[in-house]
């Protein structure tokens, strides 16, 4: 039986979520909630989740999609983090390889001391991340640098170190972990942002959400209450208390994409930006993106935050170093994707500092608050969260779900699609038994593609269904405006929109598309 994520009926999702006495309710639909309600739910605990927007519309849509082994945290001497998200990373693909497919990741190198540095630093990473001979890193000289990458720069870099990291599509990922929530029992709501909290005295009882599509504001009661709500987790964390300590910090990461044409690079390539931060260039089929940026953020935290001509300078900048194609322009980006990363704020007598690992707090009416989190380590902070939970439940909880695979998990395609393997797995041939017909000439999205993310994964929207369903959006950045148009088209049929709610969904998912490219308009507008 397929796990799905689409309720019977808004009403009755709601009624279920009124009516139920849960054990637990998570704040937030990314990575971070969805793993807590996976774990908590195969426990055999009665979990609801409530995400204010769509599942994974945040941060957890937004990432460099790597299932990182930790190896930039190895020159900061913290080798148990290093040790556990490489173990974390082999995981990840034990619960769903079709999500977590290996590549070779290469490193460019200037002279033969560089080279050496990093085999060195790559053995002792490979050993702490208890890392297969088969996926030990290897060495290529000169010649073999030319003929894998010809793009490159040979003056400037002779030779290269390539290691093994890991591919993935984080919304697809937070689906899936969701579905396998679902599959245990958990209810789960998107497009039900979290208003209020329920008390009992000083204690919280429940949270009230609100549903923008019946207008109904509905009363959800637990035992305990997760706030995973990523970058916002403040400002869930001010439901419970007028002025609390700040939780995370946030950071902007953004990310470019280029044609493939223009940067023909057949692996991804590890770079280094101006101030010696990490740039990664990854193809993906027509395409190649660029990312990431790491820079604070003090706005107000939105969804889609801007993107600036001085985040896309940042990252073209080292291409013209390291590639021996023309240099890219801002003018030649065809899509990009901003995220905000919620980073933990460590105190102390002294000092406010930043953390890249996820931190558990309870609050004065013991609000369980996550703060920060990785992709790579969402199962093993769900964990820990659980086993808090339990602790605030006085409960003794029997064990977690550990790797035990993922809906539609698939090692080796079941269709001779490679796309299709990737995104759904095992799922592919159902989602092809939907509509194996192409949604316009020349994009690989498929009508099935449609039916399936509308009668199983939730999607409400055309948004929804192009960024994070099929990841056109960025992916086939040629064909989206097409894409867009005949998706709308397909979801007027399932969902039985009038011609007006059609052109609304077809314009709000166009300005999105100008939205991304706004750096170059006022870029041009000043010169």
């Excluded at 808004?10 to 309600?37: H, Q, Y």
């Amino acid at each position: 039986m397929t796990a799905t994520l689409t309720p019977t009926s808004r009403t009755a999702l709601l009624d279920e979520l009124e009516t139920t006495s849960f054990d637990v309710i998570v704040i937030g639909g990314g990575i971070a909630g969805a793993g807590i309600a996976r774990d908590a739910a195969a426990r055999g605990l009665r979990v609801a989740l409530c995400e204010s927007g769509d599942f994974g519309v945040g941060t957890s849509s937004r990432s460099s999609k790597l299932i990182h082994g930790g190896l930039r945290y190895l020159a900061q001497g913290r080798v148990d983090f290093v040790r556990r998200t490489a173990r974390e990373r082999a995981a990840v693909h034990v619960m769903a390889p079709h999500l977590a497919r290996p590549v070779w990741m290469v490193v460019p190198a200037r002279h033969r001391m560089q080279s050496e540095w990093f085999r060195c630093a790559l053995a002792v990473y490979e050993r702490l991340g208890s890392v297969s001979r088969d996926d030990a890193h290897v060495g290529w000289d000169r010649d073999e640098l030319e003929r894998r990458e010809p793009a490159l720069r040979l003056d400037t870099h002779g030779r290269a170190i390539a290691f093994r990291e890991y591919l993935t599509d984080d919304a697809r990922l937070v689906l899936a972990v969701l579905r396998a929530a679902a599959a245990s029992g958990a209810v789960l709501a998107s497009q039900a942002p979290v208003r209020a909290l329920l008390r009992q005295g000083t204690r919280i009882t429940g949270v009230i959400a609100h549903c923008p599509v019946t207008g109904r504001e509905v009363k959800i009661r637990g035992s305990a209450v997760v706030n995973a709500a990523g970058p916002w987790v403040d400002h869930v964390a001010r439901l419970e208390a007028e002025s609390p300590a700040a939780n995370v910090l946030v950071s902007k990461g953004v990310h470019v994409v280029l044609d493939r044409g223009a940067l023909p690079v057949q692996h991804p390539i590890l770079c280094t930006a101006s101030d010696g931060r990490w740039v990664y260039v990854i193809p993906r089929g027509e395409v190649v993106y660029v990312g990431t940026t790491d820079t604070p953020y003090e706005h107000e935290r939105v969804t889609w935050p801007a993107i600036d001509r001085a985040d896309v300078d940042y990252l073209l900048e080292p291409l013209a170093r390291y590639f021996a194609t023309q240099p890219p322009t801002a003018g030649d980006v065809l899509a990009a994707w901003a995220g905000l990363r919620a980073l933990p704020v460590r105190r102390s007598r002294k000092s406010v500092s930043m953390s890249r690992e996820a931190e558990l707090r309870v609050g004065p009416g013991r609000l369980l608050s996550v703060a920060g989190g990785k992709l790579t380590g969402f199962a093993g902070l769900a964990a820990s969260a659980v086993e808090m939970v339990g602790r605030l439940l006085e409960r003794d909880l029997p064990p977690g779900p550990g790797t035990a695979p993922l809906p539609a998990a698939a090692a080796e395609p079941i269709v001779g699609d490679e796309r299709l393997h990737h995104l759904y797995g095992a799922d592919a041939p159902q989602v092809m038994g939907q509509g194996a017909g192409r949604l316009v000439d020349g994009a690989p999205v498929l009508t099935g593609e449609v039916d399936w993310a509308v009668g199983v994964e939730a999607a409400t929207t055309v948004e929804d269904v192009i960024y994070r369903r099929t990841l056109a959006a960025w992916f086939q950045p040629h064909h989206r405006a097409e894409l867009a148009a005949a998706i709308a088209d397909r979801m007027t049929e399932l969902l039985a929109w009038s011609p007006q709610q059609r052109e609304e969904q077809v314009h709000s998912v166009q300005q999105r598309f100008a939205g991304e490219l706004e750096f170059s308009r006022a870029a041009d507008n000043d010169a």
